[in-house]
């Protein structure tokens, strides 16, 4: 009994952890939409600096979701939840990534609004179609929600499609000598570090779907672009 116990209360552990890594992220996020609109360049910095933070929780989750496994060997649905927190936590820590670099980029790149304000529209949509994909990849796996997670990877196909968009903009307006190359590999860099964190965000969801179903929606997208294309 002492054993199922230790057992129930390092499972909670990890499940508190890996929200508050969710929560820490999520946060990260909303906070680069809201410094990059109001050009804040000292919270654009505090980004890149909590970064570390996000990183040392990941490795902490990893640690104990790992030794979870190997000390309590679970079965079935503990053994895809465990799964889950391991594929989830990494992928939140590849996000943190991804906003510590889009912070440092958009902070050298304020000037974009002035010399390309459609440029800059285009980022700024970008990242808030990022935060609601996240905000919904975080509210799938807390609630286990499958319906909701099958709905983020069409959602990224919009985040895709503005991501083309940037890149064409990119290379009309260097062409036309609008702005610089310099400026311009600017521009796709950012849009590039969007787009992962809204695949990264389905990538999630498919955890979700995978632990409560045991079935993986990736492949079952994939299938259906396929058969379009043919």
Known sequence: MKERNLAAKEFDQIQVLLERLST????????????STQDDTDRLRLIVERDREIDTL???IDRLARSFMELRAPLGPDFRYMM???EIAGNLERIGDCVEYVARHVSASLKL??????????????????????????????????????????????????????????????????????????IVLIANKLESIADISSHIAESVVFVAQARQIRHEKRKGQAVEQG
């Open 113 to 186: 609004k002035t010399l390309l304000p459609q440029g800059w529209q285009l980022l700024s949509t970008m990242m808030y179609k990022c935060r609601e994909l996240l905000e919904l990849a975080h509210s799938a796996w807390q609630r286990t929600d499958v319906r909701l997670a099958e709905r983020l990877p069409r959602q990224d196909d919009e985040v895709d499609t503005l991501q083309k968009q940037a890149r064409a903009l990119m290379i009309e307006q260097v062409r036309a000598n609008t702005i610089d190359v310099e400026l311009g590999l600017e």
């Open 84 to 86: 889950m927190v391991l």
């Open 24 to 35: 820490n992220v999520l946060d990260q996020l909303k906070s680069l939409e809201e410094a």
């Open 58 to 60: 990941e490795l902490t």
